[in-house]
Protein backbone atom coordinates (compact mmCIF):
# COMPACT_ATOMS: atom_id res chain seq x y z
CA UNK A 1 0.00 0.00 0.00
CA UNK A 2 0.66 3.43 0.21
CA UNK A 3 1.28 3.85 3.29
CA UNK A 4 1.02 2.37 7.12
CA UNK A 5 -2.22 1.29 7.97
CA UNK A 6 -3.60 0.34 10.95
CA UNK A 7 -7.16 -0.79 12.43
CA UNK A 8 -9.31 -0.52 13.86
CA UNK A 9 -8.69 3.54 14.34
CA UNK A 10 -10.47 3.27 17.73
CA UNK A 11 -11.02 0.43 19.95
CA UNK A 12 -13.16 0.73 23.43
CA UNK A 13 -12.89 -1.99 25.54
CA UNK A 14 -13.56 -3.04 28.88
CA UNK A 15 -11.24 -3.77 31.75
CA UNK A 16 -9.74 -6.97 32.20
CA UNK A 17 -10.28 -8.06 27.94
CA UNK A 18 -8.51 -9.09 25.22
CA UNK A 19 -7.55 -7.00 21.99
CA UNK A 20 -5.91 -7.47 19.00
CA UNK A 21 -4.62 -4.19 17.23
CA UNK A 22 -3.20 -4.99 13.93
CA UNK A 23 -0.49 -2.97 11.73
CA UNK A 24 -0.20 -3.04 7.86
CA UNK A 25 3.34 -1.93 6.92
CA UNK A 26 4.65 -0.35 3.95
CA UNK A 27 5.13 -3.26 1.03
CA UNK A 28 8.79 -4.48 1.11
CA UNK A 29 9.77 -2.60 4.16
CA UNK A 30 11.66 -5.38 6.48
CA UNK A 31 11.55 -3.08 9.92
CA UNK A 32 8.46 -3.03 11.54
CA UNK A 33 8.31 -1.04 15.02
CA UNK A 34 5.25 -0.53 17.76
CA UNK A 35 4.88 2.39 20.21
CA UNK A 36 2.24 3.91 22.78
CA UNK A 37 1.66 7.56 23.21
CA UNK A 38 0.05 8.71 26.02
CA UNK A 39 -1.97 11.86 26.12
CA UNK A 40 0.26 14.62 26.29
CA UNK A 41 3.58 12.56 26.21
CA UNK A 42 5.80 11.71 23.06
CA UNK A 43 5.55 8.17 21.61
CA UNK A 44 7.27 5.70 23.88
CA UNK A 45 8.90 2.22 22.01
CA UNK A 46 7.61 -0.65 22.42
CA UNK A 47 8.88 -3.41 20.42
CA UNK A 48 10.83 -3.33 16.94
CA UNK A 49 10.57 -6.43 14.18
CA UNK A 50 13.35 -7.45 11.47
CA UNK A 51 11.71 -9.34 9.32
CA UNK A 52 9.92 -12.26 11.24
CA UNK A 53 11.72 -12.18 14.61
CA UNK A 54 11.73 -9.27 17.68
CA UNK A 55 14.79 -8.02 17.50
CA UNK A 56 14.00 -5.67 20.17
CA UNK A 57 11.07 -6.06 22.99
CA UNK A 58 12.24 -4.48 25.64
CA UNK A 59 9.55 -1.69 25.59
CA UNK A 60 6.78 -3.58 26.10
CA UNK A 61 5.67 -2.60 29.42
CA UNK A 62 4.68 -6.66 31.14
CA UNK A 63 3.97 -9.88 29.89
CA UNK A 64 0.48 -8.74 29.16
CA UNK A 65 1.81 -7.14 26.02
CA UNK A 66 2.84 -9.42 23.15
CA UNK A 67 3.15 -8.70 19.39
CA UNK A 68 3.94 -11.08 16.66
CA UNK A 69 4.62 -10.83 12.21
CA UNK A 70 4.10 -14.53 11.41
CA UNK A 71 5.22 -13.70 7.78
CA UNK A 72 7.63 -10.83 7.89
CA UNK A 73 4.53 -8.07 6.73
CA UNK A 74 1.55 -7.59 8.67
CA UNK A 75 1.84 -7.33 12.48
CA UNK A 76 -0.59 -7.70 15.54
CA UNK A 77 0.02 -6.53 18.74
CA UNK A 78 -1.57 -8.34 21.62
CA UNK A 79 -2.90 -6.60 24.71
CA UNK A 80 -4.41 -9.54 27.61
CA UNK A 81 -5.98 -8.17 30.96
CA UNK A 82 -6.17 -4.77 29.73
CA UNK A 83 -6.03 -2.30 32.29
CA UNK A 84 -7.33 1.43 32.55
CA UNK A 85 -3.59 2.70 32.65
CA UNK A 86 -3.56 0.96 28.80
CA UNK A 87 -5.11 3.72 27.30
CA UNK A 88 -3.33 5.41 24.47
CA UNK A 89 -2.85 5.40 21.36
CA UNK A 90 -0.91 2.61 19.53
CA UNK A 91 1.64 3.78 16.43
CA UNK A 92 3.19 1.53 14.32
CA UNK A 93 5.91 2.34 11.89
CA UNK A 94 7.65 0.35 9.14
CA UNK A 95 11.74 1.24 7.81
CA UNK A 96 13.37 -0.47 4.95
CA UNK A 97 15.69 -1.69 7.65
CA UNK A 98 18.81 -0.15 6.38
CA UNK A 99 22.38 -1.40 8.51
CA UNK A 100 22.60 0.61 11.73
CA UNK A 101 19.20 2.64 12.32
CA UNK A 102 19.73 5.38 9.75
CA UNK A 103 16.59 4.84 7.79
CA UNK A 104 13.25 6.98 8.06
CA UNK A 105 10.66 5.10 10.15
CA UNK A 106 7.48 5.64 8.50
CA UNK A 107 4.63 6.03 11.14
CA UNK A 108 0.80 5.00 10.55
CA UNK A 109 -2.72 6.84 11.84
CA UNK A 110 -2.27 4.85 14.88
CA UNK A 111 -5.33 3.17 16.68
CA UNK A 112 -6.86 4.36 19.71
CA UNK A 113 -7.33 2.25 22.52
CA UNK A 114 -9.70 3.13 25.58
CA UNK A 115 -10.32 0.96 28.20
CA UNK A 116 -13.04 1.50 30.52
CA UNK B 1 20.50 4.82 27.17
CA UNK B 2 19.82 8.60 25.85
CA UNK B 3 16.90 10.80 27.09
CA UNK B 4 15.43 13.89 24.89
CA UNK B 5 14.13 16.98 26.17
CA UNK B 6 11.49 19.62 24.55
CA UNK B 7 11.82 22.96 26.49
CA UNK B 8 8.29 24.34 25.41
CA UNK B 9 5.46 22.62 25.39
CA UNK B 10 3.67 24.87 23.61
CA UNK B 11 4.49 27.73 21.11
CA UNK B 12 2.49 30.05 20.12
CA UNK B 13 3.41 32.28 17.14
CA UNK B 14 2.19 34.57 14.22
CA UNK B 15 2.13 33.73 10.47
CA UNK B 16 4.74 34.97 8.81
CA UNK B 17 6.87 35.16 12.21
CA UNK B 18 10.34 32.83 12.54
CA UNK B 19 10.02 30.88 15.08
CA UNK B 20 12.72 28.02 16.76
CA UNK B 21 11.62 25.02 18.48
CA UNK B 22 13.90 23.60 21.32
CA UNK B 23 15.42 20.18 22.18
CA UNK B 24 17.98 19.08 24.18
CA UNK B 25 19.46 15.27 24.61
CA UNK B 26 21.50 13.34 26.76
CA UNK B 27 23.54 10.60 25.70
CA UNK B 28 27.18 8.99 26.59
CA UNK B 29 27.56 8.03 22.46
CA UNK B 30 27.18 9.50 19.32
CA UNK B 31 23.47 9.85 18.60
CA UNK B 32 21.29 9.86 15.59
CA UNK B 33 18.70 13.11 15.83
CA UNK B 34 15.59 13.34 14.23
CA UNK B 35 12.55 15.69 14.02
CA UNK B 36 8.71 15.10 13.53
CA UNK B 37 5.84 16.42 12.73
CA UNK B 38 2.32 15.33 13.89
CA UNK B 39 -0.37 17.20 11.96
CA UNK B 40 -3.89 17.06 13.30
CA UNK B 41 -5.54 13.72 12.82
CA UNK B 42 -2.77 12.07 10.77
CA UNK B 43 0.13 10.18 12.03
CA UNK B 44 3.99 11.42 12.04
CA UNK B 45 6.04 12.24 9.59
CA UNK B 46 9.75 13.22 9.52
CA UNK B 47 10.83 16.59 8.87
CA UNK B 48 14.51 16.34 8.81
CA UNK B 49 17.17 14.24 10.55
CA UNK B 50 21.17 14.29 11.19
CA UNK B 51 22.97 11.12 10.49
CA UNK B 52 26.39 12.78 10.72
CA UNK B 53 28.57 15.36 8.43
CA UNK B 54 27.39 18.92 8.47
CA UNK B 55 25.68 19.93 11.47
CA UNK B 56 23.19 22.08 9.55
CA UNK B 57 20.33 20.44 8.15
CA UNK B 58 17.80 21.19 6.10
CA UNK B 59 14.51 19.09 5.88
CA UNK B 60 11.14 19.60 3.90
CA UNK B 61 8.74 22.66 4.09
CA UNK B 62 11.34 25.20 4.74
CA UNK B 63 12.66 23.67 8.29
CA UNK B 64 16.30 23.73 9.21
CA UNK B 65 18.24 22.22 12.37
CA UNK B 66 21.12 22.75 13.53
CA UNK B 67 23.35 19.62 15.94
CA UNK B 68 25.78 21.31 18.35
CA UNK B 69 27.61 18.47 19.63
CA UNK B 70 29.21 20.62 22.85
CA UNK B 71 25.73 21.97 23.75
CA UNK B 72 24.13 18.66 23.53
CA UNK B 73 21.34 20.42 21.11
CA UNK B 74 19.31 20.24 18.49
CA UNK B 75 17.06 22.86 17.50
CA UNK B 76 14.65 23.21 14.76
CA UNK B 77 13.61 26.65 12.95
CA UNK B 78 11.42 28.08 9.92
CA UNK B 79 12.18 31.68 9.08
CA UNK B 80 8.24 32.50 8.36
CA UNK B 81 5.64 29.81 8.73
CA UNK B 82 2.46 29.52 7.85
CA UNK B 83 -0.89 28.53 9.57
CA UNK B 84 -0.72 25.53 8.24
CA UNK B 85 2.46 24.91 10.03
CA UNK B 86 0.12 24.52 13.10
CA UNK B 87 1.16 20.93 14.50
CA UNK B 88 3.18 19.05 17.26
CA UNK B 89 6.73 18.74 16.83
CA UNK B 90 8.68 16.10 18.32
CA UNK B 91 12.04 15.70 18.64
CA UNK B 92 14.12 12.14 18.61
CA UNK B 93 17.05 10.41 19.34
CA UNK B 94 18.49 7.19 18.45
CA UNK B 95 22.04 5.36 19.15
CA UNK B 96 23.71 3.60 16.70
CA UNK B 97 25.45 1.37 19.53
CA UNK B 98 21.52 0.52 20.51
CA UNK B 99 18.73 -1.48 19.18
CA UNK B 100 18.33 -0.11 15.10
CA UNK B 101 15.93 2.66 14.67
CA UNK B 102 14.98 3.01 18.00
CA UNK B 103 14.07 6.26 18.63
CA UNK B 104 13.82 7.89 21.91
CA UNK B 105 11.10 10.83 21.64
CA UNK B 106 10.60 14.07 24.04
CA UNK B 107 7.22 15.32 24.97
CA UNK B 108 6.71 17.44 21.64
CA UNK B 109 5.99 20.99 21.49
CA UNK B 110 3.04 21.83 20.02
CA UNK B 111 2.90 24.73 17.40
CA UNK B 112 -0.14 26.90 16.92
CA UNK B 113 0.30 29.52 14.19
CA UNK B 114 -2.20 32.66 14.08
CA UNK B 115 -2.84 35.18 11.15
Known amino acids: GAGVSQTPSNKVTEKGKYVELRCDPISGHTALYWYRQSLGQGPEFLIYFQGTGAADDSGLPNDRFFAVRPEGSVSTLKIQRTERGDSAVYLC??????????????FGPGTRLTVL | AQSVTQLDSQVPVFEEAPVELRCNYS??????LFWYVQYPNQGLQLLLK??????LVKGINGFEAEFNKSQTSFHLRKPSVHISDTAEYFCAVSSPTDSWGKLQFGAGTQVVVTP
Open chain 1, 93 to 106: ASSRGLAGGTDTQY
Open chain 2, 27 to 32: SSVSVY
Open chain 2, 50 to 55: YLSGST
